[in-house]
């Protein structure tokens, strides 16, 4: 099972929707098709330059918003628009809370 497959069934997606940080991996192309905007902290051309080499099957896409950390809603202007936020390449990027140090 694919994470497209275990996510599809908990989102809308013909929806509008919000894909944060997908770099050369998203969710939920648009280029299949998903109506979505992305954000990121690069433009995609550092993206690309960033993950050159890296096999996937749906190009690095157009970023729409570039995130320097403000809510969703000052980053993008919307509130109550999105059906679906999905954030699969973030975690690796939070503190370990657990740590000693």
């Not at 069934?9 to 894909?19: D, H, Q, Y």
């Not at 770099?23 to 109506?35: D, R, W």
């Not at 905007?37 to 690309?48: F, G, N, S």
Request: aromatic share 10%.
């Amino acid at each position: 099972m694919t994470r497209r497959d275990r996510i599809l069934p908990w989102i809308n997606s013909k929806g509008a929707g919000l894909e944060i940080g997908p770099g050369p991996y998203p969710v939920l192309p648009k280029s299949a098709g998903y109506k979505v905007e992305i954000v990121d902290c690069e433009p995609r051309e550092k993206l690309l330059e960033k993950f050159q080499g890296y096999k996937s099957d749906h190009p690095i896409e157009e970023v729409d918003y570039l995130w320097s950390g403000q809510t969703y809603a000052e980053l993008t202007g919307k509130t109550n628009h999105y059906d679906y936020i999905v954030a699969c390449h973030v975690i690796e990027h939070t503190p370990d809370l657990r740590s000693e140090e």
